[in-house]
């Protein structure tokens, strides 16, 4: 082979040299990227990154929005905070670890989360996954700290979740609505508010047709708008059962 041929053949070489280089970034950047071809990319993106546990496709989506979605959902499947880490936004990233945390059960990394409302809300779904109204009394916003007990003494009858509530009226409230739903008086003595207790009493007595239990109540209008409503009632009743069969007392009444 001639000095010439072999010089010739070296400068085209060099001149396919850069196309070849770009080729083979393409080729690999293709093989790393298995939703290269399919349409909706970012979905697909989301899916593998899921199914292979690897964060590091996620980076292969097109926008923020879809990257903190994967970083998300990664970091759910494998029950890990680390990709987590991947997440740009504060806000978007404790909500990845409250996830973490929720599905793991593990109330020391939840109470450990810088960002409040992903605290509280992690905090909130132990709280109901664990049936510890504890958990609701640490929720830093009132409101969503007594809806949290509310909810967990109402759904599971536990008077001891009603005790986390804040808000002393809401709290009351809750204990009554334990009290009929059981039918205890003994939840009501829970009241601190006076006026509250002798309500939840007086409740219970008119549900009961309870006169004595009335009559008991240490409050003078309670205990008067109590024996009222249980007399008429009464009175109510031994009108209908006095009436032949089939006749309605509001009849007599009218008559």
Known sequence: MSKIFKTTLFAHSMRLLPLLILLAIALV???Q???ASTADHDACIVKAAVAAKNADLCAKASTDATRTWCFSDVAAAEQATL??????????????VARVATLKGDV???KAIAEPLARDRCLNDLAEALADPVLCGSITQ????DACANALALNLTMPAACGYIRDADLRGGCYMKIASSKNDSA???SILKPDLKFWCLGNLAVKNLDLAACKAIDDNMTRAICTQIIEQELNLS????ALPNGTSSRLSIKL
């Open 142 to 145: 009132q409101s969503y700290g």
């Open 83 to 96: 990709p987590c880490a991947n997440i740009k936004e504060s806000k978007a990233m404790g909500f990845c």
């Open 108 to 110: 020391d990394m939840c």
């Open 187 to 189: 939840v009501c003595d």
């Open 33 to 35: 990227d298995p939703c």
């Open 29 to 31: 950047a293709c093989s």
């Open 238 to 241: 031994n009108a209908t059962s």
